[in-house]
């Protein structure tokens, strides 16, 4: 057998999520038939993160495995004249068998996108969350130590959400503005179903002063998803990284959505901490 992983990029606008289900369009299953063609037999794929309806991927990365040899084009031009053109492969790279796009993954970031509705452009209106508010980065970022480290996040959690424990470890947290975007920039070792969504609705009303850090705080110790704001709309949400041990030697580096242009330098690298020790949780 042979091992690969691959880096893929989409455009969630038309699919219900990553994740394969019945009767519904899901770039999992655009990517495995491709896939699939290519190898001329059933290829199963295995992601970091399984993005939900509407979110995009800059860095989503994926790995299979295959009893064919086929040489690298293959499974990055070849399978691409076969997928939609919502979606694309951008790199391959052959791993050990031990390797898993999921279970080996260190960490995930996201990064959300708030743009002010005055500066709106039509072809960007599945790419941004439109806000009518101007946004205060200085109050948001005064928040931001309230969310890192390993926690209970049961006050950013959805009602669905099917993990066995509300636990997560924020390792990274920004909030930077570019332009006209405010840009939220969060790695984490998982995140609940939701969570970035709601995280970035909390620090939306912190920016437009209508939370403020001591009703954070409670929010944080109430662990009561009911307390906090609506969930943030899914078109601002890009998964854009994810974090492997070296000797796999997949590139972590965060891949800037274009409509941000080249800022590739405003963004820090995530950096575990010292104490770091490896523990599996369920992405």
Not at 112 to 120: A, D, T
Not at 200 to 227: E, F, P, T, Y
Request: charged share 20%; glycine share 6%; proline share 3%.
């Amino acid at each position: 057998m042979r091992y690969y992983a691959l880096g893929v990029e989409y455009d969630g606008t038309s699919y219900s999520g990553y994740q394969r289900q019945a009767e519904a369009q899901t770039v999992q299953a655009e990517l495995e038939k491709a896939l699939s063609s290519i190898a001329a037999e059933p290829i199963c794929v295995v992601a970091a993160g399984r993005t939900d309806r509407g979110v995009h991927a800059t860095q989503q990365v994926v790995s299979f495995e295959t009893s064919v040899e086929r040489p690298d084009r293959a499974w990055v031009v070849g399978v691409n004249s076969l997928l939609p053109s919502t979606i694309a492969v951008n790199w391959v790279k052959e791993v050990s068998a031990d390797f898993s796009a999921r279970f080996s993954a260190l960490w995930r970031r996201y990064i959300y996108i708030y743009g002010h509705r005055s500066n709106m452009q039509v072809f960007l209106r599945n790419f941004v969350s439109w806000t009518d508010s101007f946004l205060d980065v200085d109050r948001m970022e005064q928040v931001v130590d309230l969310f890192l480290g390993e926690q209970d996040f049961s006050c950013l959690r959805a009602a669905d959400c099917t993990s066995r424990t509300p636990f997560r470890h924020v390792y990274h947290l920004d909030v930077i503005r570019i332009g006209g975007f405010v840009i939220i920039d969060i790695a984490a070792n998982a995140f609940l179903l939701h969570m970035v969504r709601n995280l970035a609705a909390v620090l939306h009303d912190v920016g437009i002063n209508k939370l403020n850090r001591s009703d954070v705080m409670a929010l944080i110790d109430s662990r009561d998803r009911n307390l906090g704001p609506p969930t943030a709309r899914a078109t601002g949400l890009y998964l854009a990284a994810v974090g492997y041990e070296s000797e796999f030697n997949i590139d972590s580096s965060i891949r800037v959505p274009a409509v941000l242009g080249e800022i590739q330098d405003r963004f820090r690298a995530v950096t575990l901490p010292c104490d770091y020790y490896r523990r599996s949780i369920d992405p």
